[in-house]
């Protein structure tokens, strides 16, 4: 288990290097840059005004020079600073990350809440009308986007009702309640995106062991079905839907920011938004750097929980 834990680690770092090396890339091939979009208000600057500001910016240097800048200050911890509010990008994500993180950790716990008991039941009973609709109920959640549905849920209510979802941020110290409250739906309508491709898995799994020969043994010794689905079924058939899981953590990132844009959430996607609008590239590349080594240490932790579902794999 040590040896394939230090394995991973290891090859952790030059997926980590690889998205820093494209981001860096990629930000400076859009066109436009951020000195362009800062003289734009100011008209009157002068060229050598332009030329200092791309000095102090530090963007004049040829960009393998600063690149390799860059990574000196990423070994370092330093994230770099906002051209525009010249606040630490640390200090930003710091503020930021929380909020993405409930955002992503309650919309992954929702859709799992409400793929697994339906891809069980849907397996359990197959091709009858609870199949039919939890079947098509994944269909639904596979096939339309959350920013779609979270439109409609913020226009539609109110311009009927009266009524939308709340877009004014609480934190926990203004009260539990008003805070949960406040996940509750951006969450749920994340969430149902990734429960349906997890109950689509799951049934699928249910399925494949329900047909194993030690599933007939079971059910042939008189076993109730709840001992029979719980404890020689289910934890079988969720190794496949673990690692599902895990991928879609990045699912729920990327979901997110639109998500946040759309409830005015202060976390994370929305600043990306904004970063990448204003070509502020220090922020870019941090927000990445950042959630891409989340993705890959939470994959990492998704394959050492398998020794636990399934005994017999062993690391070596």
């Known amino acids: 288990m040590t040896q394939y834990l230090v394995r991973r680690l290891l090859l952790a770092f030059p997926t980590i290097f690889l998205v820093i090396f494209a981001t860096f890339l990629i930000v400076r091939l859009v066109p436009g840059d951020v000195v362009s979009i800062m003289m734009a208000e100011r008209p009157y600057a002068s060229p050598e005004d332009r030329e200092e500001l791309r000095k102090e910016l530090g963007v004049d240097k040829p960009i393998p020079v600063q690149f390799v800048i860059y990574l000196g200050k990423v070994a370092r911890g330093d994230l770099g600073q906002s051209p525009w509010t010249q606040a630490a990008v640390t200090d930003e994500l710091g503020k930021r990350l929380p909020v993405t993180a409930q955002l992503g950790l309650f919309a992954i716990v929702l859709g799992l809440v409400i793929a697994v008991p339906i891809g069980i039941l849907s397996a359990v009973r197959q091709d009858t009308m609870r199949d039919y609709v939890a079947r098509s109920f994944a269909i639904f959640a596979l096939s339309v986007p959350s920013f779609f549905t979270a439109t409609l849920l913020i226009v539609f209510p109110l311009k009927w009702f009266g009524w939308s979802p709340p877009l004014i941020y609480k934190g926990w110290t203004d009260g539990p309640a008003g ?25 699928t799994m249910m399925l494949e062991v329900l047909r194993q020969d030690y599933i007939r043994t079971a059910w042939s010794k008189g076993l109730r079905e709840r001992s029979v689905i719980f404890r020689h079924v289910l934890k079988n058939a969720l190794i496949p839907v673990v690692t599902f899981v895990g991928l879609q953590v990045g699912v729920a ?30 922020s870019v590349q941090g927000v ?19 020794a636990y579902l399934d005994p017999r794999i062993r690391y070596s």
Do not use: C, W
């Open 179 to 203: 805070h949960v409250y406040y996940f509750f739906f951006p969450a749920l309508l994340l969430g149902i995106g990734l429960a349906g491709g997890v109950m689509r898995l799951t049934r």
């Open 253 to 282: 990132v990327s979901g997110s920011i639109i998500i946040e844009s759309i409830f005015n959430m202060p976390g994370v996607g929305k600043f990306f938004v904004g970063a990448i609008l204003q070509r502020d590239y220090p």
């Open 288 to 306: 990445v750097l950042v959630l891409a080594t989340v993705i890959v240490f939470v994959n990492l932790l998704v394959d050492l929980t398998y």
